[in-house]
Antibody, heavy 121, light 108 residues
Framework: VQLVESGGGVVQPGRPLRLSCAAS????????MHWVRQAPGKGLEWVAV????????YYADSVKGRFTISRDNSKNTLYLQMNSLRPEDTALYYC???????????????WGQGTLVTVSS | DIQMTQSPSSLSASVGDRVTITCRAS??????LNWYQQKPGKAPKLLIY???SLQGGVPSRFSGSGSGTDFTLTISSLQPEDFATYYC??????????FGQGTKVEIK
């Protein structure tokens, strides 16, 4: 299993950014996928989850209405569209897979290396 | 939302020591409690899931126990490669999936 995030960078407050997570080594289209972030020197914060077919999506309150999770199963790729970015969104963003194909009750099995988003003027 | 509280926030220990980290949930989460290890500059790594099941490839010196609201991660004999930050996470009442604040294990 390999997860490779990309798309991070420095962005001004209020601007958008889209992250990608390229997946390989497993049947991507059978698994829900999560985004988890970690602010510099801080702990882990769950951001969003999407079901295997994209029909169900859930968000942390801190990003609801600003971030959109999506996926393209034909490309084995997960996305996170981040709009109206704030300085407090500055973090390393990881994509991660649940242990099983069910969306609920699962631990996070495989993680990418993360992509850094810095929101600063 | 369920709050997860770890103790201690940090600890100093020597190679060979037995180390115990505690995680408390703000409400009953059955046994849906997971433990992760994170080394500096690396992604988290799943160690234990559903409170006591060892992830494949994880050394047997790691063990987990507990149910309901109180959980423990134990390292039976601390090794040099175990110095890291450990996080608990509940996956029972979601969303959101919530993590503890982390416990940093440092060399004494």
């Amino acid at each position: 299993v390999q997860l490779v995030e990309s798309g991070g960078g420095v962005v001004q407050p209020g601007r958008p950014l889209r992250l990608s997570c390229a997946a390989s080594g497993f049947t991507f289209g059978s698994y829900g996928m999560h985004w988890v972030r970690q602010a510099p020197g801080k702990g882990l914060e769950w951001v969003a989850v999407i079901s295997y077919d994209g029909s169900n999506k859930y968000y942390a309150d801190s990003v609801k209405g600003r971030f959109t999770i999506s996926r393209d199963n034909s490309k084995n790729t997960l996305y996170l569209q981040m709009n109206s970015l704030r300085p407090e969104d500055t973090a390393l963003y990881y994509c991660t897979t649940p242990k099983g194909t069910q969306l609920w009750l699962q631990s996070f099995d495989y993680w990418g290396q993360g992509t850094l988003v810095t929101v600063s003027s | 939302d369920i709050q997860m509280t770890q103790s201690p926030s940090s600890l100093s220990a020597s190679v060979g020591d037995r180390v115990t980290i505690t995680c408390r949930a703000s409400q009953n989460i059955s046994n849906y409690l997971n433990w992760y290890q994170q080394k500096p500059g690396k992604a988290p790594k799943l160690l234990i899931y559903v409170a006591s099941s060892l992830q494949g490839g994880v050394p047997s010196r790691f063990s987990g126990s507990g149910s309901g609201t109180d959980f423990t991660l134990t390292i039976s004999s601390l090794q040099p490669e175990d110095f890291a930050t450990y996080y608990c996470q509940q996956s029972y009442s979601t969303p959101p999936w919530t993590f503890g604040q982390g416990t940093k294990v440092e060399i004494k």
